[in-house]
């Protein structure tokens, strides 16, 4: 029997690698956000900057900060200079950073003001030259007025680039928890609590321990230790006056507190 006629089919264009490509997200930091909102909200023409840059270790990327070069900027697209590039060095090394930073300037940025985001042939010679220059990867984001930002990773050390992909604001760079975790050591307080432990119908074996440790069993003075609890939570929490602690917040059930004491 003769095999039929070929025909092309609908093709699905796969590529597979081994091991399979992880397309990465960029994470930009709050600052830089605000810092590159400012840059495209002021600026009625294509300026550019450039910002330091961290890999993390799942692969993903940081976007730190950013600084604004010194350029001349027109309604067409501008390239970086190497005279802007060098007098960023220059300014950051005089404010404290070093020549780690410097290499870690891995992400460049610009605005296209009103236009779309995609990258026009002028963005992507400039990718070549941070190639060239023998940078492990670069980071590009475009961005315009209608509050776009387009990100691509030119990953030059495995001959990838990403395009469009992903970006999230990054907020745990902030290391604020300790201060925070203090803050709220000051000024939040747990209301007394009372713990009731085992119950229902066999509620004389069950017993109570409250917030301070202290356990009451029917074994122990009831009374005494109701005292007890009182006086402590006054100290912890003042503002709530001893009589009030049981009705309050409802942790006393008088029926069960009667049942243990007339057992
Ligand atoms: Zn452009």
């Given amino acids: 029997m003769s095999a039929k006629t070929f025909v092309p089919h ?43 840059c961290d890999e993390l270790e799942d692969g993903d990327y940081l976007i730190e900060r950013t600084f604004l070069l010194e350029q001349e900027v027109s309604s067409a697209e501008t390239d970086i ?37 995609s990258p026009s042939g002028q963005d992507d010679k400039q990718m070549e030259v941070f190639r060239d220059s023998g940078a492990p990867y670069f980071i590009r984001a475009i961005l315009n007025k209608r509050g776009k ?11 990838l680039t990403f395009v469009d992909i992903e970006w999230t604001i990054h907020h745990e760079k902030y290391d604020v928890k300790e201060r925070i975790e203090k803050d709220f050591k000051a000024k939040v307080s747990e209301a007394p609590v ?35 609890f009182k006086s402590q939570a006054q100290k912890t929490h003042p503002e709530v006056e001893a009589a009030t602690y049981w009705n309050s917040y409802g942790y006393y059930d008088a029926d069960i507190w009667e049942e243990i004491d007339n057992d």
């Avoid at 200079?81 to 940025?109: H, I, M, T």
């Avoid at 202290?214 to 009831?222: H, I, L, Q, S, Y």
């Fill in 149 to 159: 930002i387009q990100v691509d990773v030119y990953d030059y050390s495995q001959g």
């Fill in 10 to 52: 609908s093709f699905s264009r796969e590529i597979l690698v081994d091991p399979p490509v992880e397309i990465p997200t960029v994470h930009i930091s709050p600052l830089a956000l605000s810092e590159m909102h400012a840059y495209v909200s002021i600026a009625s023409k294509e300026v550019g900057w450039l910002g330091l």
């Fill in 194 to 228: 009372v713990t009731y432990r085992g119950g229902g119908k066999h509620a004389r074996r069950s017993y109570y321990e409250d917030m301070y440790g202290n356990v009451m069993t029917k074994e122990n003075n009831v009374v005494e230790w109701k005292d007890n």
């Fill in 81 to 117: 200079s190497d005279d802007g590039v060098a007098k960023l060095a220059q300014e950051l090394l005089a404010a404290g950073y070093n020549d780690d930073d410097l290499n870690r300037l891995l992400f460049w940025g610009h605005s296209h003001v009103n236009m779309d985001t």
